[in-house]
């Protein structure tokens, strides 16, 4: 539990929102990116007001926390949107979460490579337990 961040969940906890889908052939980097867009995306169509990633991916929490240059051009624009995205919270916080760690994560994302059709499943799934409108 995190005590600056209130009312935080493990990150095994129940998901009020998922993003789990396919994102063709791209870089470990390009795609971790991508992938922290969608979410941020989400948490935004949802209405959070604050958001708490924890990142398997240390380069993306260093860059996001301004300690590192995003140097490679491919990440850039992707880099762009997300911290676009995350002036829009009120509150935000990175922190890195080994995948191993992260079991829910590692298992959408599986999901996502494995059976594209279940993980779009699945985000209908979560989204209807949760109240929560599907996109228009």
Same mark, same amino acid.
């Given at each position: 539990?995190?005590?600056?961040?209130?009312?935080?969940?493990?990150?095994?906890?129940?998901?009020?929102?998922?993003?789990?889908?396919?994102?063709?052939?791209?870089?470990?980097?390009?795609? #971790?990116?991508?992938?922290?867009?969608?979410?941020? $995306?989400? &948490? +935004?169509?949802?209405? @959070? %007001?604050?958001?708490?990633?924890?990142?398997?991916?240390?380069?993306?929490?260093?860059?996001?926390?301004?300690?590192?240059?995003?140097?490679?051009?491919?990440?850039?624009?992707?880099?762009?949107?997300?911290? #676009?995205?995350?002036?829009?919270?009120?509150?935000? $916080?990175? &922190? +890195?979460?080994?995948? @191993? %760690?992260?079991?829910?994560?590692?298992?959408?994302?599986?999901?996502?490579?494995?059976?594209?059709?279940?993980?779009?499943?699945?985000?209908?799934?979560?989204?209807?337990?949760?109240?929560?409108?599907?996109?228009?």
């Amino acid at each position: 539990m995190d005590a600056s961040l209130p009312g935080h969940e493990a990150p095994d906890a129940p998901p009020i929102a998922v993003v789990s889908r396919g994102l063709g052939v791209r870089t470990n980097n390009v795609a #971790e990116y991508a992938g922290l867009v969608l979410a941020l $995306r989400e &948490a +935004h169509r949802i209405g @959070a %007001r604050e958001v708490d990633l924890r990142l398997d991916s240390l380069l993306i929490v260093n860059q996001l926390n301004g300690r590192w240059r995003v140097k490679d051009a491919k990440l850039q624009g992707l880099f762009a949107e997300a911290t #676009e995205h995350l002036r829009g919270f009120r509150r935000w $916080r990175a &922190a +890195h979460e080994p995948r @191993a %760690r992260n079991h829910a994560a590692d298992a959408l994302a599986n999901l996502a490579l494995d059976d594209p059709e279940g993980a779009a499943r699945l985000e209908r799934v979560v989204r209807e337990r949760s109240g929560i409108a599907d996109p228009a």
